[in-house]
């Protein structure tokens, strides 16, 4: 099996973190991976705003049900579209989920942890404001990401059958040869 493969495989979601420090070297990285995920018209969407600031961090804390989370991250990321240089919203959208995604991987690669927000989006007036976000900017999603404390981790997933069809709705995929 390729290392891409088994990274995708491998790639849980993270809640709790070491005191260990993220380096600028694993941020840059995971930043260079989030910016060549693919887009409508290569348009790149996104802006990302990367937060250490302990005091910053305990605000974001705030604007979240999941602020025990946060607080122990010792990276945030908060991932945005570029309302002035998308296309198209939804294809637009799409396309920060890609560079999400490639995020969690690097991740992962890394031997980081990492677990992608969405929650904290009902309050991304409250994030927007704490950020001096501009109005051109809409809050997509916020990682967290630390080291990760060591414990067994497992996820499950529907299987194929469960979620695949072959050439319409309703005739089962085998997979067969």
């Given at each position: 099996m390729s290392a891409t493969i088994e990274t995708i495989l491998a790639r849980r979601s993270i809640r709790e973190y070491t005191e260990d420090p993220v380096s600028n070297d694993e941020i840059n990285t995971i930043l260079e991976c989030g910016r060549w995920a693919p887009s409508g018209l290569n348009n790149q969407p996104w802006k990302f705003i990367i937060v250490r600031n302990e005091d910053t961090i305990k605000k974001l804390a705030d604007c979240t049900h999941y602020s025990k989370i946060v607080l122990q991250a010792k990276v945030l990321i908060a991932i945005y579209l570029d309302q002035e240089t998308m296309y198209h919203h939804d294809k637009d959208v799409l396309a920060i989920g890609a560079s999400i995604q490639n995020m969690l991987l690097a991740c992962e690669d890394l031997g980081l942890?990492?677990?992608?927000?969405?929650?904290?989006?009902?309050?991304?007036?409250?994030v927007n404001d704490l950020l001096?976000?501009?109005?051109?900017?809409?809050?997509?999603?916020v990682l967290a990401i630390g080291h990760p404390v060591e414990k067994e981790r497992s996820s499950t997933r529907k299987t194929i059958d469960e979620i695949t069809f072959n050439e319409k709705y309703g005739e089962k995929w085998t997979g067969e040869n």
């Open positions: 942890g990492a677990v992608w927000l969405g929650e904290i989006l009902k309050k991304s007036e409250q001096e976000v501009p109005e051109s900017l809409e809050l997509m999603a």
